[in-house]
């Protein structure tokens, strides 16, 4: 038996729980039709095989009709869903892992224009500011409707074989009616804080009438809303003290702050640069007011974080969620003291920011993560040992250079510069998003234990790459930026990787024209600002940056804001002049009608990369595939085939930023499925 | 006013290296190799006063095998304007050699600063800097964490035990760079590219005059073995034995 | 064979480093002790009392005051006909200095001794230590610097005459502007010879400060800190140690209330000798540890800081 504190067993009520390591409820929008079917199943299955004690699932199922999902959230008004959780308690179960799961209404924060268009309720007029719907003050036969919807969807997840359930109270219909800044009641709902609870009480009196005293039930709620006249901290102490007494309440999930804004969800759910674990000590304490089982989770990345997070008693289970986004396996890994094998979450929460704005939610550097009905976690071994030659270095040659090793294949990388990483190195140039090289450093670990041999200050050129006698050739060379877009005077603008990297210094009044929308155009942006510089953001777009996403934008905007950077929407940089030290920026507009001319010292375009393919064309002819992928068999996952040029001495792909400007998941997914089946 | 700036290939500092069996050296095959830290610093130390006007060419020097030119390279891609490659090919040269030939190179190039690092992370021998500028009879500032140039004297903030010290060298001079004097910039791939086409000159220790003996090796090197290994750790039960054992076994108080 | 061993010094006091490079020099052969500076008559006196020394030669002269490379390897080229062996600490001073006499001399200096195997055989560490190489020199003069660390110092009691040495210094090629020393200053975590670190058993910034500033303040040490304690805002980022802050390797490294996370160990493993102080006997941070103590931080901190003072 370990000693180690995360490996425990924890007895929760009747439920023994075979560690300390959890996902807490998150909702990674895989649900069809409203309904966990085969994506969502295997996404918590693999969690489960992983060793996770338990997965927390379904952030926000909705339990009423007027609470429809914002994206693709569970249904769980329809008693259609039972079966299908079943399913996936089985799935889960099978694997010796508990589940739970988190039950809603989300009140204000969702909108009227979805599903069957009915208003949205919330015992105030207030308007969130996320999601931008006016309510309908909520009315009794309202209110009545609602706890007895908790109450049926509390039976059905009973009756679907759910461990247990959790009422979510941070920014949803609970909170909004805990929170004096969102409502607006009289008595019986609203005024004193009983009067304010008094909702919470009857949906938990409900759901114990319903499921009985030994089903699990738990809340998930904010014990201080960190927000000038939202719910103090002495209200959440409060609070937890009166869910405690009332008896009805089997554990507490303890967050800290308030939701209804990004920076708000930011702050509760922190990202990269962000400091760790930065409400772990809050939950500490409530955990000791109230003696209650304590989870918590918000940005515990590392195991270290967590094992101190339990061995100093400050929560019974430690959320790990996001990190298990990335390594489904960390306990696993934990157990056979493969610590450092555990593939690091970076916190771009690309994952968080991907459910607004696409829809899934997908880890930035584990393509395999909600995909595991196609993509394995475990790359399986090959039956025939080949030899592989992968120009580049960056995150698509670094991951075609992991998973060709683990499948048991010779590697050579072929990397320009000195060091490996490509892009993602650059973006590490920032302060703020240096954890962005753990993709790199993981990887470069991995292929060091997978005997992939690296020449760095290589500048490969086709000879060096035939020199090789490879089998397969992967070129994943990347790009370099591409400024040349104006109609006249490119040779007077640099690139946003000419800020980053530090080759140019910042101007003193410098236009950033951004019309990729990627992190590269605010982070050129913010290293400019910093310098006391006036910068100006131009976009032909509505929004700027839109690619940067909400959660991701807020550390941005708080150093951009602060530091009076213009944003300027709709207009489009169309020419540049220069006139002594001046350049004259001529302005026109997708919109038309529009010829001004503005005058800047250094001026900047962001307009993504320009492929470095000279090497692949080189290659290309010399290759059986003449460079051609089937997208066929790449999608249907097996092995690449195709002959056009039976002369040909190897096979030769281009994967990543190589064939056109997207981003790092991009180039990672593709070197995941195309190099799992070769 | 030109600078000359020294630079070596050597082990990545990220690599743990392994000693042979053999006891014949240490296993260097398929090692990473970088550009040594410290020269990489001077690398920096010599763009940054190009960038502030004070310089008008930094000029970098290789001493080694061909591979060379891959440190070379580098260099060129943080901002140095041309490299000049010395192949020894196998031989190892030692500091000494590597001083004699630089005093060559110095002499042809003229440059009124030469910046070294302070030592190579491989040989850790801290000695080339000093050497070379006895050679030519010219002031040394070793260890530098600050160097000032004007147009006839540089200024260096050296790093001694226990502190700084500051010295004014009359140029031309000879400085040798610590860790703290920069932080070495990023060199972007586009850097990486343009430096592909600046010129690298290629010598030899013939061609500058020197003959087999003037760079032959002087130490002969018995064997090279493991460190002592690191003692399978204790546990002490009080502060008292604690401080003993740091005191007396360890040596470290 | 007449070995000269330089002085390491301040103009009043001879420096410890000398009695132990000493022990190095005597295994070369019969020791001379070469004092350069200025008004430094009293460091002769000092060195004349160090057991098997034959003569104490002082070069006293105002062009020697900061003991600059240049003058100093003036004066001991002088004398360099008269030596098989010149010896000095591996002191800032000595690896300023030496190097330039070696080039002069057309010899190879053998640098960081720690082990005199013979008069011509000497191990040096290289790699930064992670390897350990055996050297034979056959120069006519073998020019050494020498690793203090790993001699015993030599007994003193003796009188050995002390002589003046004539000094004729040709035009200066460097001025000295300043000393600053940093007594009171903390050194850098990157150069330090002692680190101490604290984690979040800390609890707070205060209990940080409070605990583990004046124990590193007793040992002349640098204070570090895990990303946790950093990230809780109990010590500021450039405490970090670990991958993705500082990576050090100081002669000891103290790791208060530290789990040993993967990232931390990154960042100083290679760290001489290591201790931990931990209440989790199971934490990792043991594993890497030399000497473990389990107990709380608390206690023992201030325990220690008493102990470090007597």
Redesign the interface.
Known sequence: M????LLQPYQLKHLTLRNRIIMTSHEPAYPEEGMPKGRYIAYHAERAKGGVAMTMTAGSAAVSKDSPPVFNNLLVYKDEVVPYIKDLTDAVHEHGAAIMIQLTHLGRRTRWDKAHWLPVVSPSHNREAAHRAFPKKLEDWDIERIIKDYADAAERMQAGGMDGIELQAYGHLMDQFWSPLTNDLDGPYGGSLDNRLQFAFDVLSAIRQRVGNEFIVGMRYTGDEMMDRGLSPEEGFEISRRLTESGMVDFLNVVRGHIDTDPGLTDVIPIQGM????HL?FAGDIRAATGMPVFHAAKIP????A??AV??GKVDLVGMTRAHLTDPHIVRKIIEKR??QIRPCVGANYCLDRIYQGGEALCLHNAASGREQTMPHDIPKATTKKKFVIVGAGPAGLEAARVAGERGHEVVVLE???VPG?QV??TA?SERR??M?SII?WRMAECERLGV??K????AEADDVEAENPDVVIIAT?G??HTDVLSRGNEHVI?T??II???VKPGKNVLVFDDAGDHAGLQAAEIIAKTGAKVEIMTPDRAFAPEVMAMNLVPYMRTLQALDTTFTVTYRLDAVEKDGATLKAHIGSDYGGINQVREYDQIIVNHGVIPLDDIYFELKPHSINLGEMSHDQLINGSAQSVVRNPDGRYQLFRIGDAVATRNTHAAIYDALRLVKDL | MKVLVAVKRVVDYNVKVRVKNDGSGVDLTNVKMSINPFDEIAVEEAVRLKEAGKVDEVVLVSIGSAKSEETLRTGLAMGADRGILVNTDDLAVEPLAVAKILQKVTEKEQPSLVILGKQAIDDDCNQTGQMLSALMNWPQGTFASEVALDDTQVTVTREVDGGLQTVKLSLPAVVTTDLRLNEPRFASLPNIMKAKKKPVDKLTPAELGLGEGDIKPRLEIVQTQEPAKRQAGIKVVTVAELVDKLKNEAGVL | MKTLLIAEHDNHTLSAHTAKALTAATKLGAVDILVLGQDCEAVAQQAATLAGVSTVLLADDAGLANQLAEPCAEVILSLASEYQGIVAAATTTGKNTLPRVAAKLDVMQVSDVIEVLDESTFKRPIYAGNAIQTVRCNEPIKVITVRTANFEAAGTGASAPVSAVSVNLSAALSEHVEDTLSVSERPELATANIIISGGRALGSKEQFQQVILPVADKLGAAVGASRAAVDAGYAPNDWQVGQTGKIVSPQLYIACGISGAIQHLAGMKDSKVIVAINTDEDAPIFQVADYGLVADLFEVLPELEQQLGS
């Open positions: 370990s000693n180690d504190p400091a760790n674990s930065p000590d590392d195991v270290a974080t094992r101190h061995a100093s610590e450092e320009a510069a000195n490509g190195r650059l140039q240096k954890e090289i450093d041999q690296f760095f200050n290589t500048w990347g370099l930026p690139s990787w000419d990297s530090g080759d």
